[in-house]
């Protein structure tokens, strides 16, 4: 029988396409990602203009600016209107979402608790509790190891830390201004004012009135006043690691804090 034996050069045609079909592909991934995440980005500053002054563009200038941005980015009309409406606490099917708060113990004693906005409250319990038992960790009460406080996240743009802690000194429910990270650079510098939690919204409408500097994020967070001291290199580390990584996983999970 005759065989056929590749040429040395088809043999490296064959290997070039090979790895450019490998480099299309990684590319791809790449900017799917990319462009994933700026959509989760686009509806997050929907969702947070809704909470912040109301679902009717005509008289919420942010949420006008981050539908405008939105539709540039050629970001489906459904999703928009779907943002709007998670803003209003209402799912995409019109149904109102719950807020549920999950409380649990995992490896190495982190206590952590699960944040959620969901129609079916019967199966996110469920979906949640089967990540964190078959993980290794028990439901269980963890909220005495964490203090409820209302965090708003702040563009510094020209402002200085400094002065954004002279005017948020003088507000009633101000805790502590957290950032901005070290060596960030100015026009990206942000940082967290906390308050408790029933004055987040004055206090983050006082801070814009007075300074002009845009809220990035803002939300009622836990933070832990009991840490648990946990090494990377500890064998639960991975463990509680893949626990927070499937509760994210799951669309209704909206936050995952852990005292680590």
Known sequence: MLQVVP????????????TQRSK???????KDGRMAKHRVLLAQDIVLAVKLYGPDPAANPRLRTAIEKAKAAKYPKDSIENAIRRGQGISSSGKPLENITIEAVLPAGVAAIVECQTESKLRTLTEVRAVITKGGGQQS?????????????FKLGDVSPDTLMETALDLDGFIDIEGPEE???TEDARASVLTEPSATKAVADAITEKLGIEISSLGIEWQPSDVVELKEDDPS???????IYKLEDINEVQDVYVNI
Request: avoid cysteine.
């Open 237 to 243: 580390y991975d463990q509680i690691q893949e626990i």
């Open 24 to 30: 299309i592909k990684h590319d791809k991934a790449v």
């Open 141 to 153: 009460p963890t909220q005495y190891m964490f203090d409820r406080r209302g965090k708003i996240v």
């Open 183 to 185: 060596g960030e650079e």
């Open 7 to 18: 040429s040395r050069s088809l043999l490296r045609f064959l290997r070039q396409s090979a």
